[in-house]
């Protein structure tokens, strides 16, 4: 019986084209996944240019307009948001890319354009960019049969400037309400009149005893799940966000600008020889200052750390500022206790008329800034008014607790043109203030950018 032989030569032709098509395949892959990946990449950063192009456009308006979130209005930046297409569809081109103004971008087939749209309750201008282009491919269209598509977005949202009391002349920032600890507590005697501005707790107001309270130009606002009590005029209003400077570093820190003044760390005033009254003090780091005569601040940044105290009969009179323009002082702290004493007819002020951020304040306070406190600085600070004496700026002490004392005189009162600024805020005693908001006072911050996606 004769036995048959299969031949297997040629197999190996077999297993060499099923190789070289799983390699083709593997090649296409790499080579149009990269095509289709570098072209996405590319993609977004173009979006993300036109984007950013068309929401620097609008914020220059809106900064223009020196408009801040408490005026915030949309048909002021008609204009501006006509030249944020502008600018955004000009971007897109120098990239390579066609688009248009769409209202329904982002729906049904329309991916590809720029919107810009303005929200008057949210107070912001969003301008949003897609962009759609089909990636040549060497490979992959033999296997599909259709383009590979890319479609990317990029949104740019422009938030206007903020002033750091918003709008308020006294914030607590402390989020807990505990009895005479937090929130802001008014109390005793005193009469204080809160003029253009109010104020604003993210927890509680509780006005107790005999004091009075009268505000006019500004409201009572807390957050929802605070309460208030003893105010009844203006109605007080529940607000469903906290204050905007909560869990915001707003005003940058003078650090750096401390660290380079003069050292004066060794240096300490106790009792100073009245002759030389009153002594006028330079800017620089200071260690501790025990003032028991009137004092003269020049012009300038004061680095501080240990104990402030001045007697009762003792007063710091800073720079006068006729018009209300002028360079003025700014009291960087780091301490633990704090107590400024205003005497008859001084004027404490921090510099003002400085907007133009290439043209500070010559002296190296910081503008609108009175008195810095940084975050996670604890310190008992007492502000105690006298007669006919004032009080200009912000003063920023997010996690520190202030009282704040007028004279006792009623036909002298106390001018404090502020913002106070703290983790609770203490009026009590028998005082008579006038506390009056200045936005033109108030620390501001300009409109900025932010990239949503």
């Given at each position: 019986?004769?036995?048959?032989?299969?031949?297997?030569?040629?197999?190996?032709?077999?297993?060499m084209?099923?190789?070289?098509?799983?390699?083709?395949?593997?090649?296409?892959?790499?080579?149009d996944?990269?095509?289709?990946?570098?072209?996405?990449?590319?993609?977004?950063s173009?979006?993300?240019?036109?984007?950013?192009?068309?929401?620097?456009?609008?914020?220059?308006?809106?900064?223009?307009?020196?408009?801040?979130?408490?005026?915030?209005e949309?048909?002021?930046?008609?204009?501006?948001?006509?030249?944020?297409?502008?600018?955004?569809?000009?971007?897109?081109?120098?990239?390579?890319?066609?688009?248009?103004?769409n209202?329904?971008?982002?729906?049904?087939?329309?991916?590809?354009?720029?919107?810009?749209?303005?929200?008057?309750?949210?107070?912001?201008?969003?301008?949003?960019?897609?962009?759609?282009?089909?990636?040549?491919?060497?490979?992959?269209?033999?296997?599909?049969?259709?383009?590979?598509?890319?479609?990317?977005?990029?949104?740019?949202?422009?938030?206007?400037?903020?002033?750091?009391?918003?709008?308020?002349?006294?914030?607590?920032?402390?989020?807990?309400?505990?009895?005479?600890?937090?929130?802001?507590?008014?109390?005793?005697?005193?009469?204080?009149?809160?003029?253009?501005?109010?104020?604003?707790?993210?927890?509680?107001?509780?006005?107790?005893?005999?004091?009075?309270?009268?505000?006019?130009?500004?409201?009572?606002?807390?957050?929802?799940?605070?309460?208030?009590?003893?105010?009844?005029?203006?109605?007080?209003?529940?607000?469903?966000?906290?204050?905007?400077?909560?869990?915001?570093?707003?005003?940058?820190?003078?650090?750096?600008?401390?660290?380079?003044?003069?050292?004066?760390?060794?240096?300490?005033?106790?009792?100073?020889?009245p002759?030389?009254?009153?002594?006028?003090?330079?800017?620089?780091?200071?260690?501790?200052?025990?003032?028991?005569?009137?004092?003269?601040l020049?012009?300038?940044?004061?680095?501080?750390k240990?104990?402030?105290?001045?007697?009762?009969?003792?007063?710091?009179?800073?720079?006068?500022?006729?018009?209300?323009?002028?360079?003025?002082?700014?009291?960087?702290?780091?301490?633990?206790?704090?107590?400024?004493?205003?005497?008859?007819?001084?004027?404490?002020?921090?510099?003002?008329?400085?907007?133009?951020?290439?043209?500070?304040?010559?002296?190296?306070?910081?503008?609108?800034?009175?008195?810095?406190?940084?975050?996670?600085?604890?310190?008992?600070?007492?502000?105690?008014?006298?007669?006919?004496?004032?009080?200009?700026?912000?003063?920023?002490?997010?996690?520190?607790?202030?009282?704040?004392?007028?004279?006792?005189?009623?036909?002298?009162?106390?001018?404090?043109?502020?913002?106070?600024?703290a983790?609770?805020?203490?009026?009590?005693?028998?005082?008579?203030?006038?506390?009056?908001?200045?936005?033109?006072?108030?620390?501001?911050?300009?409109?900025?950018?932010?990239?949503?996606?």
């Open positions: 019986m004769n036995e048959k032989h299969f031949s297997e030569k040629g197999q190996i032709l077999v297993l084209a099923l190789v070289l098509v799983g390699l083709l395949g593997f090649t296409a892959l790499a080579v996944g990269g095509m289709i990946y570098a072209d996405r990449r590319y993609m977004q173009s979006a993300d240019a036109a984007s950013l192009a068309g929401a620097g456009v609008v914020a220059g308006v809106v900064e223009g307009l020196n408009m801040t979130s408490a005026q915030f949309c048909s002021p930046l008609v204009s501006g948001i006509a030249d944020g297409y502008t600018a955004a569809i000009s971007k897109a081109a120098a990239n390579d890319f066609t688009i248009a103004k209202n329904n971008l982002g729906t049904g087939e329309h991916n590809n354009g720029v919107d810009i749209t303005c929200s008057a309750t949210g107070e912001y201008v969003d301008v949003f960019v897609m962009l759609t282009r089909d990636t040549t491919t060497s490979f992959v269209q033999l296997f599909t049969g259709a383009p590979m598509r890319n479609t990317v977005s990029s949104v740019t949202r422009v938030k206007p400037g903020i002033n750091a009391g918003d709008g308020s002349a006294i914030v607590s920032l402390s989020k807990d309400c505990q009895a005479n600890a937090d929130g802001v507590w008014i109390s005793g005697d005193n009469e204080t009149f809160l003029i253009n501005g109010g104020i604003w707790s993210n927890s509680c107001v509780e006005r107790n005893g005999n004091a009075k309270i009268d505000i006019t130009g500004g409201g009572v606002n807390y957050y929802h799940t605070g309460y208030v009590t003893g105010i009844s005029n203006p109605i007080p209003a529940p607000q469903p966000d906290y204050h905007p400077l909560t869990d915001v570093r707003l005003i940058p820190y003078p650090e750096d600008s401390c660290s380079k003044t003069d050292p004066y760390d060794d240096l300490k005033f106790n009792t100073i020889d002759a030389n009254d009153p002594r006028v003090i330079e800017p620089g780091n200071y260690n501790d200052w025990d003032f028991k005569v009137p004092v003269e020049k012009a300038g940044l004061y680095c501080i240990g104990t402030v105290s001045m007697t009762a009969s003792a007063w710091v009179v800073g720079p006068e500022q006729p018009g209300g323009n002028g360079d003025g002082v700014t009291i960087y702290y780091t301490g633990t206790s704090l107590t400024i004493n205003g005497g008859a007819d001084s004027t404490l002020a921090a510099p003002n008329g400085y907007e133009d951020p290439i043209n500070p304040p010559p002296s190296g306070a910081i503008e609108d800034v009175l008195l810095y406190i940084p975050p996670g600085v604890v310190a008992d600070v007492k502000i105690n008014g006298g007669s006919n004496n004032v009080f200009a700026g912000t003063m920023y002490m997010p996690s520190s607790e202030v009282t704040v004392n007028g004279t006792s005189d009623s036909s002298s009162q106390t001018d404090m043109f502020v913002s106070i600024i983790n609770a805020v203490k009026i009590n005693g028998t005082s008579y203030l006038n506390i009056t908001y200045d936005p033109d006072r108030d620390y501001g911050m300009t409109s900025y950018l932010q990239v949503q996606k």
